[in-house]
């Protein structure tokens, strides 16, 4: 089963709200603890409750970034997942405190932990459904009958959206951070001019970017590490009136990381048609190869199933006049 957690005109309704009745039945979650999306605004943060985003350093020359974007446009990140949340005390403590006064359904759902004796006495944790964006607004495929599942030490079958090295590895990948390409046209971009030869210039290197999502909580202890290796760089003049229209150059790595040297390659680009009173948008990505380590270390074997490249992309509006001639 599918959920959209509906939001209200505030704040969204939660299942220790006294005031939640709920057409459909369904149990709305309580908010997570505190935390930040990192989001791949930052190189570091916090996601769900307790895992723990780190970056390394982009390298390179580059000094701009943006936020990984994936080449499948279908690849998605998780929107939900299970956390070791609570011991059966807390868990105890959690439900009386968080639905006191509540009504149908949460009274019910509330009650099944009561009648479960909230599995005091075995060896376990409780576990909670955890959003990855605090508005509820996409789709969880967690039933609201179960935003708590019991874990045991010697669990005989997992439940398939519990926490895993694979889920943080796509959490690590949706917060990584990639920097832009540093490319440079010359003429500067605001004198280029029809049928004279614009040359686009590589300036800068770059070297692996890796991310790594962590638990280590209630001893659940997990890591996943992404890591993105620049593969190519392609430009593409913005216009269907350029020769060429696109190239790639392959990024190869020399003593300073990866770089290419458009110096010399056959796709300076021209431009035959003038933008008129507009611009041309020209632009340049880089390719990321990116794969995943099941712990915090980088160099650690790669695992699968395999991650869609990443996309780092630079975007200018470029302007092309005719060449005046002088008559005498």
């Given at each position: 089963?599918?959920?959209?957690?509906?939001?209200?005109?505030?704040?969204?309704?939660?299942?220790?709200?006294?005031?939640?009745?709920?057409?459909?039945?369904?149990?709305?979650?309580?908010?997570?603890?505190?935390?930040?999306?990192?989001?791949?605004?930052?190189?570091?943060?916090?996601?769900?409750?307790?895992?723990?985003?780190?970056?390394?350093k982009?390298?390179?020359?580059?000094?701009?970034?943006?936020?990984?974007?994936?080449?499948?446009?279908?690849?998605?990140?998780?929107?939900?997942?299970?956390?070791?949340?609570y011991?059966?005390?807390?868990?105890?403590?959690?439900?009386?405190?968080?639905?006191?006064?509540?009504?149908?359904?949460?009274?019910?759902?509330?009650?099944?932990?009561?009648?479960?004796?909230?599995?005091?006495?075995?060896?376990?944790?409780?576990?909670?459904?955890?959003?990855?964006?605090?508005?509820?607004?996409?789709?969880?495929?967690?039933?609201?009958?179960?935003?708590?599942?019991?874990?045991?030490?010697?669990?005989?079958k997992?439940?398939?959206?519990?926490?895993?090295?694979?889920?943080?590895?796509?959490?690590?990948?949706?917060?990584?951070?990639?920097?832009?390409?540093?490319?440079?046209?010359?003429?500067?971009?605001?004198?280029?001019?029809?049928?004279?030869?614009?040359?686009?210039?590589?300036?800068?290197?770059?070297?692996?970017?890796?991310?790594?999502?962590?638990?280590?909580?209630?001893?659940?202890?997990?890591?996943?590490?992404?890591?993105?290796?620049?593969?190519?760089?392609?430009?593409?003049?913005?216009?269907a009136?350029?020769?060429?229209?696109?190239?790639?150059?392959?990024?190869?790595?020399?003593?300073?990381?990866?770089?290419?040297?458009?110096?010399?390659?056959?796709?300076?680009?021209?431009?035959?048609?003038?933008?008129g009173?507009?611009?041309?948008?020209?632009?340049?990505?880089?390719?990321?190869?990116?794969?995943?380590?099941?712990?915090a270390?980088?160099?650690?074997?790669a695992?699968?199933?395999?991650l869609?490249?990443?996309?780092?992309?630079?975007?200018?509006?470029?302007?092309?006049?005719?060449?005046?001639?002088?008559?005498?």
């Amino acid at each position: 089963m599918s959920l959209v957690v509906a939001l209200g005109a505030g704040a969204p309704a939660y299942a220790g709200d006294p005031s939640y009745g709920g057409d459909e039945g369904d149990v709305q979650p309580t908010p997570p603890s505190s935390g930040t999306d990192s989001g791949g605004s930052s190189g570091t943060g916090t996601i769900g409750a307790h895992i723990q985003i780190s970056q390394s350093k982009t390298g390179g020359s580059s000094n701009s970034t943006s936020k990984a974007t994936s080449s499948n446009a279908n690849w998605k990140p998780p929107v939900c997942w299970y956390e070791p949340m609570y011991t059966p005390d807390e868990y105890e403590d959690f439900i009386k405190s968080s639905y006191k006064g509540a009504q149908e359904p949460a009274a019910s759902y509330a009650k099944k932990r009561a009648d479960e004796d909230y599995h005091k006495g075995d060896k376990g944790l409780w576990w909670q459904v955890q959003f990855r964006n605090d508005d509820y607004t996409d789709a969880c495929p967690v039933t609201p009958a179960n935003w708590e599942i019991w874990v045991p030490p010697a669990q005989p079958k997992a439940d398939p959206n519990q926490l895993t090295p694979e889920i943080l590895s796509e959490l690590a990948y949706n917060s990584t951070k990639l920097p832009k390409p540093p490319v440079v046209l010359s003429p500067s971009p605001d004198r280029l001019k029809v049928n004279l030869g614009t040359r686009v210039k590589f300036e800068g290197d770059f070297d692996r970017v890796w991310t790594t999502a962590s638990i280590n909580y209630k001893g659940v202890q997990m890591a996943a590490t992404t890591v993105a290796t620049p593969l190519a760089l392609k430009v593409e003049a913005g216009t269907a009136d350029a020769d060429p229209q696109s190239c790639t150059y392959d990024l190869v790595k020399g003593d300073n990381g990866y770089t290419v040297d458009s110096k010399d390659a056959g796709c300076n680009v021209t431009y035959l048609r003038s933008s008129g009173t507009g611009t041309y948008p020209f632009k340049a990505s880089i390719t990321w190869k990116v794969t995943w380590t099941d712990s915090a270390d980088p160099d650690g074997p790669a695992r699968q199933p395999g991650l869609p490249d990443g996309l780092s992309t630079y975007e200018q509006n470029v302007t092309v006049k005719e060449i005046q001639a002088v008559n005498r």
